[in-house]
């Protein structure tokens, strides 16, 4: 049963690379997001999708892009790494009255 | 734009006691859901507890339980017999069921909840 799968779960870039964050669910939900979150903080939204081939920005969605060409898959490519970019980084997807999370993704950008 | 209040950063409770952590939302929409979410130090988000809007039913699972208030948009959660277990940052998120957001989730800040044996 594994739900929400995110990889890597650990990752430390140097500023400047790029790298994509993968998530994959296997409860076929139209709805997924990214979400990040900071030292102390609650979770906020980067990016969303409400279907294959449908995608849309969430409250702090600079430095990132998605794209969603199948309804399991839901990447997260960051660009151009920078120091602000170090957090964990949630996937999660859902139907109407809940939303799963995966396992989160420590990234740090040294 | 929909905004979740957590108002205590940090709690703590004895170990077999009940402690009741607060939530206040702001929103002007009639139909919404509402979920505590657990996070231990894992990070891992666990939901706790769900209500729907349009249900005057607090919602229960096990130890835990809601007080809902909807005219005060209060969502306080209750639990009961705390155990070790217990001790992580527990969320309170809001979640509209439909049009713009599409079902995104707002998050509280956070309360830090300390289990003492």
């Known amino acids: 049963n594994a739900g929400v799968t995110q990889t890597p779960k650990f990752r430390i870039l140097k500023i400047g690379q790029s790298m994509t964050l993968q998530c994959t669910q296997d409860?076929?939900?139209?709805?997924m997001y990214w979400y990040r979150q900071d030292p102390g903080m609650g979770l906020k939204l980067i990016y969303y999708?409400?279907?294959?081939?449908?995608?849309d920005k969430g409250e702090v969605p600079n430095g990132y892009n998605v794209s969603r060409s199948t309804t399991e898959d839901f990447p997260l490519r960051l660009e151009l790494a920078a120091p602000s970019q170090t957090s964990v980084y949630f996937c999660?997807?859902?139907?109407?009255?809940?939303?799963?999370f995966g396992e989160g993704s420590w990234l740090t950008v040294v | 734009a929909q905004t979740v209040t957590q108002s205590q950063p940090e709690m703590s409770v004895q170990e077999a006691e009940t402690v009741t952590l607060s939530c206040t939302y702001d929103?002007?929409?009639?139909?919404?859901?509402l979920f505590w979410y657990k996070q231990p130090p894992s990070r891992q988000m666990i939901l706790v507890i769900r209500?729907?809007?349009?249900?005057?039913q607090n919602a229960t699972e096990n130890r835990f339980s809601v007080n809902f208030q909807k005219a005060a948009k209060s969502f306080s959660l209750k639990i009961s017999d705390s155990q070790l277990g217990d001790a992580a940052m527990y969320f309170c998120?809001?979640?509209?069921?439909?049009?713009?957001?599409?079902?995104?989730?707002?998050f509280g800040k956070g309360t830090k909840l300390s289990v003492i044996p």
């Open positions: 999660a997807s859902g139907t109407e009255n809940t939303i799963y």
């Open positions: 409860m076929n939900h139209n709805y």
């Open positions: 999708s409400v279907g294959a081939g449908i995608t």
């Open positions: 929103t002007s929409e009639s139909d919404y859901y």
């Open positions: 209500q729907e809007a349009y249900k005057q």
């Open positions: 998120a809001y979640r509209i069921p439909s049009g713009a957001g599409s079902y995104q989730l707002t």
